[in-house]
């Protein structure tokens, strides 16, 4: 029953920012972990930048010092704040977290549908 729904991805020039929620809705009891992963075309799926319950952050070495990510529990939302975009930053945006819910005993990892983030030259 649980669903993640990224938003805030668009057309940006190189040198702009943007900044892309995820929002978890259903039953549930808590969430662990939260991230964001970026796919572009041809290339498989890798890591931007994780957060955990505890609010300490991991980033990709490519986009330390631009990207960063945050939550805010009481709205079950992760957001990520990207400034100075570059091209090869064009992808599908996709949100993970890892989510307990009710009647559950451990955490499975959920996954958005994606966010579309295109960079323009």
């Known amino acids: 029953q649980v669903q993640l729904v990224e938003s805030g991805g668009g057309l940006v020039q190189a040198g702009g920012s943007l900044k892309l929620s995820c929002a978890a809705s259903?039953?549930?009891?808590?969430?662990?972990?939260m991230a964001w992963y970026r796919q572009a075309p041809g290339k498989q799926r890798e890591l931007v930048a994780a957060?955990?319950?505890?609010?300490?952050?991991s980033y990709a070495d490519s986009v330390k010092g631009r990207f960063t990510i945050s939550r805010d529990n009481a709205k079950n939302t992760v957001y990520l704040q990207m400034n100075s975009l570059k091209p090869e930053d064009t992808a599908n945006y996709y949100c993970?977290?890892?989510?307990?819910?009710?009647?559950?005993?451990?955490?499975?990892?959920?996954w958005g549908k994606g966010t579309l983030v295109t960079v323009s030259s």
């Open positions: 993970n977290a890892d989510i307990i819910i009710y009647g559950g005993y451990y955490s499975i990892g959920y």
């Open positions: 259903g039953s549930i009891r808590s969430i662990n972990a």
């Open positions: 957060i955990t319950s505890g609010r300490s952050t």
